[in-house]
Each structure stands twice: as C-alpha cells, then as structure tokens.
C-alpha cells in the first residue's frame, strides 16, 4: 500500500474512532491504542514505525508547543513549586526509587538476579516522563478543577524534558563510560539551561514579529517556526529540544497571546493547533497500538508485571514525598488528588522511542523494550481506563 494511502487510512481510523467514543467517557487516546493493536494483530496495513526521528522531528515539537500554548499560566505559575518539584527532583527522586525496587524485586523474585540497580536506572529513566494526554482530556470532559488540571499538564510538559536528559546521562553511565558528579550536573544544567535560552531566544523572536503584523495566516506560521524551529535549533547545539520547545509555546501563549494577537488571529492560531493536537495524538497513539506486539510481551509477562509495580510504588513515593514538603505551604496537595496524580502518571510514545534507541550491545536491551512496552500498554490500558471511575469516586469532577 502506497505511503499516501496509509496515511488517509490512519486518519480515518483515527477519525471513526473519535466519532465511537464521542458519547462515551472513555480516553479517545486509549481507545486509539485498542484500535491499533487489533488492526495490527491482523496486519491489515503496515505503518510506519514509531523511531526516534519521527517522534522528534514531527510529532513532539507539535504536541509540546500546543500544550504549553494553551495552558493556564496563571495555575502554572500558582503550581510552580508543586510543578518543579515533580518535574525535576521528583524525577530524578523517581528514577532512583524505581531503579532500587525493581532491582529488588529481580532478585527477590529469581526472575533476573543479574538486572542490577545500574540496569534499574536505566529503565526508570525511560519511563520516568509521564504522557497525561488521554487524562487531560477527560478532565476537561468531567469539568475537573483548574488547578488539578495545570498540576497534570505542566508536570508533563516539564517532567519530558528533564527525563530525556536523565537517560541520556544514565544510558552513558550504564554503557561503561567514566564521569564525575560535576560533570554529570554540569551537563544537564547546560543542556536544559541551553533548551531554555534556545526557546526564550525563538519565542521572543516570533512574540515581538508577532506585536508587528495583524495576519493569521502568517502568525500561524511563525507559532509553527516557534514550535519545530526551538526545537531544532535546541537540538544542534546539544541541548534540550523538549524544554525549548515548551518555553517557546509558554512564551507565545502569553505575551504573544496578550500583546500580540487580535481577536481574529488568536482564534485561528487556536483552531490550528487544536488540529494539529488532534492530528498528531491520533498517529501517535495509533502507532503505539501497532509497535506493540502482544505474543512477545506476554514472554515477559512476569517481569513487566514486576516492572509496572515497581514503577507504580515509584512514582506513588516521589507523589506523596513532594505532597509532604508542601504540606505547610500554599500550595498544599490534598490527598485525594496524590492519588489521582499517581495514577494519572501514564507513559506514552516518548517511553517506548527512547527503550527502541538502547545500543544494541547493552545488557539487558530486549529485557528492558519489552518491560518499557509492558508498562506503557498497562498505564495506558488499566489506569487511563479506569480515571474516570477514580474522578467519579473522588467527587473531583463536576459533573
């Protein structure tokens, strides 16, 4: 089947979909994933794969800009202790944890006493950023409050960011390669210091060509260049392309929104962007359906089950450590929604390129993708499902 073809097929998949779940509160993300893993038990269509590059170079930048462009600055900058926390010691908090019980429970469990704490490190820097797509949208269905909402998307937006210069450094040290620990701060305060210059640079730029001119059709275009130019320029010099990329959406949502943009445009900029959200959620999440496949998995069934658990406990530990340091302060997190921010910790597509892009020679590497997948299906499949039962029950929706 010819590329073009396949590609007007993934969108009416995508689309019929959307269209099935429309009156039903169920995740259309997660919906998208059942889709793809049935189409492709079959192998009706053979798609492209989901690499690195077509992550990176196409659906990424899209999705980071567009939700960092539309968030609420002012719960962002209300969350912003709660949000950094989480984003980056909680990361690195998270990392560590899952590493130690997962390495753990190898060994406790004879699955795999060899899986060291060196190899844990590594899978809890591939899982460690969260996707909240499939939940962001289902707050937004079941009127969820602001805030709740903000605390979701801008850890998200933040946590990609600091997890995939995490795995880098992690990956290195696990391969052998010899570093201090000054050099391993160093490197990842230049590279996200770096991401957040390349995107203030860029954002700025297009924000003050913004304030000049009063055409939709070319500030579309100068939000696109914000988007994938930060992105790409981050990335040449060997920084952070996700952090560029959400610092130039957060610019452009702000001061470009609010100094830049009349009435006319900034409906358009929206109206485009909220299809192009649409649009790449739906390859990407199709996609995910399709990379996995299920008789390989389940040969690894006990290991993902260890897997999943102790990245479950991880992330529930770094959730309620940061809920305790905030206890006394304004930003207090209640305890319901520890719960909710657990298990609305879903993982996605950035998980499952980065488990793809392990060297071949390393240790463990067909353990460690078959885990990174297992995770992400269960995430997706048994807490996105779930999430409007947990809300319901919680009394944190409104309606």
């Known amino acids: 089947m010819h590329t073009a073809s396949v590609i007007v097929l993934l969108f009416s998949v995508a689309t019929a979909t959307a269209i099935a779940v429309r009156s039903i509160r169920f995740p259309y993300t997660v919906a998208l994933v059942l889709v793809g893993l049935g189409i492709g038990a079959f192998h009706v269509v053979e798609p492209p794969h989901l690499t690195k590059e077509l992550l990176f170079a196409v659906i990424l930048p899209g999705l980071l800009f567009e939700a960092a462009f539309n968030i609420d600055a002012k719960e962002f900058w209300a969350s912003r202790l709660t949000i950094g926390a989480l984003a980056v010691p909680g990361v690195v908090a998270a990392i560590a944890l899952t590493a130690l019980l997962v390495a753990a429970m190898m060994a ?59 795995f880098t450094l992690i990956l290195a040290f696990a391969s052998g390669a010899t570093t201090t620990v000054a050099a391993f701060v160093w490197q990842f305060f230049y590279t996200v210091g770096g991401g957040v210059l390349a995107g203030a640079a860029i954002g700025s730029l297009v924000v003050q060509v913004t304030k000049r001119i009063d055409d939709p059709s070319i500030e579309i275009a100068l939000t696109v260049i914000a988007a994938y130019g930060s992105f790409s320029l981050a990335e040449e010099i060997g920084c952070s392309g996700v952090i560029a990329t959400v610092t130039a959406g957060l610019l452009c949502g702000t001061y470009g929104w609010d100094r830049g943009m009349s009435e006319s445009t900034r409906l358009a900029v929206t109206t485009f962007w909220d299809y192009i959200a649409f649009a790449l959620n739906s390859v990407v999440f199709l996609l995910i359906g399709f990379e996995v496949q ?99 029950k919680l009394r944190l929706g409104g309606s």
Request: proline share 5%; no cysteine.
């Open 108 to 166: 406790g469990f004879a699955l795999d006493p060899s899986f060291g704490w060196r190899y844990g490190l590594v899978f809890g820097s591939l899982i460690a950023a969260t996707d909240p797509i499939a939940v962001t949208a289902l707050f937004a269905q079941m009127k969820v409050g602001h805030r709740l909402s903000a605390l979701v998307e801008g850890e998200s937006l933040l946590n990609d960011g600091t997890s995939v210069v995490l």
């Open 294 to 392: 299920l008789p390989a998995l389940t040969t690894w069934a006990p290991v993902i089950g260890v897997a999943y658990l102790g990245a479950l406990l991880g992330r529930f530990g770094v959730v309620l450590g940061v809920s305790s340091l905030l206890s006394r302060t304004r930003e207090r997190i209640p305890f319901s929604w520890v719960a909710v921010l657990t298990w609305g910790g879903l993982r996605g597509a950035l998980s499952m390129v980065l488990a793809l892009a392990l060297p071949a020679d390393l240790p463990h590497r067909t353990q460690l993708i078959a885990m990174t997948y297992g995770v992400v299906l269960l995430s997706l499949l048994l807490q996105g499902v779930s999430m409007p039962w947990m809300i319901r």
